[in-house]
């Protein structure tokens, strides 16, 4: 099982050096994977949650690709609605090509009204568009380039089955995936869960995935390796803009994590 990182790609700490940081370190602990999230138009509803500046995800992983060797480079999730899908087709096979193939092409339906208004794209429709786009990608791609499927609904779940490469659901609780699993037929699993480490451990039964001491993070790898995960992504960020100013800390955390799995595996 491979283990990736959620780069936060905007917030008032980051910058293009800060960026390059990032991915020095995600590569440098020998994570196989980095990912970037998707806004086009950062309306108040996107800004109360991810504030500018707010670095576009397909430009971003192109520059990255230029300073990293090894490490995949990814979408969670680019909003599919959003942009034409010969215009991501071409963005994805070019940046694909450019990357030596390591573009993973996460893909989601969104949830911000105001930045659907914003962009002329039909709140209510976005979930047909989402099909109809995913349909357009799989018949003009010109390379074979992972398509990952986000969200967890019946709906997110039939289109994973239909069109993805892989299920990536985000931040759920492992026994809410094992569930999913156990009733659906799905093709890979790739999920995204949260990144926060405690000192003492947390007993909320609804405790997300990722959330806790060391040790019980590393008991949720081992559950989602035993679920037949193909990827883990571990999102360090817990909400708080301000924390994007002092990214040390989730690297200090993400240091944590790779060298106790490397032991534990």
Do not use: C, K
Not at 4 to 28: C, K, Q
Not at 164 to 174: E, I, S
Not at 214 to 238: C, F, G, K, M, S
Request: no cysteine; hydrophobic share 40%.
């Amino acid at each position: 099982m491979q283990l990736g990182v959620n780069v936060p790609n905007f917030g008032p700490g980051t910058d293009p050096g800060v960026l390059r940081e990032w991915a020095h370190v995600v590569e440098g602990l020998g994570y196989d994977l980095l990912m970037v999230s998707d806004h086009v138009a950062v309306t108040p509803d996107v800004s109360a949650r991810y504030p500018e500046p707010f670095y576009e995800p397909f430009t971003t992983l192109s520059w990255l690709a230029g300073i990293t060797t090894r490490v995949r480079l990814g979408t969670t999730v680019l909003i599919l609605p959003y942009r034409h899908p010969l215009l991501v087709a071409r963005m994805a096979t070019n940046l694909h090509r450019l990357s030596g193939g390591r573009l993973v092409l996460g893909v989601g339906v969104g949830w911000a009204r105001q930045e659907f208004d914003a962009l002329g794209v039909p709140f209510t429709a976005r979930g047909r568009l989402t099909d109809e786009y995913l349909a357009t990608l799989r018949e003009v791609l010109s390379d074979p380039v992972p398509i990952w499927v986000g969200g967890h609904s019946e709906a997110a779940l039939r289109r994973a089955t239909r069109f993805g490469d892989a299920w990536h659901p985000l931040r759920l609780t492992v026994p809410r995936m094992r569930s999913i699993l156990a009733s659906h037929t799905l093709p890979a699993f790739a999920p995204r869960i949260a990144l926060r480490l405690t000192t003492a451990p947390v007993t909320d039964p609804e405790r997300p995935a990722g959330v806790g001491t060391i040790e019980q993070i590393l008991d949720d790898l081992r559950q989602l390796r035993a679920l037949n995960a193909d990827t883990v992504l571990l999102d360090p960020y817990n909400g708080d803009p301000e924390a994007t100013r002092r990214p040390e800390e989730a690297w200090q955390a993400l240091t944590t994590v790779a060298t106790h799995w490397r032991t534990a595996s």
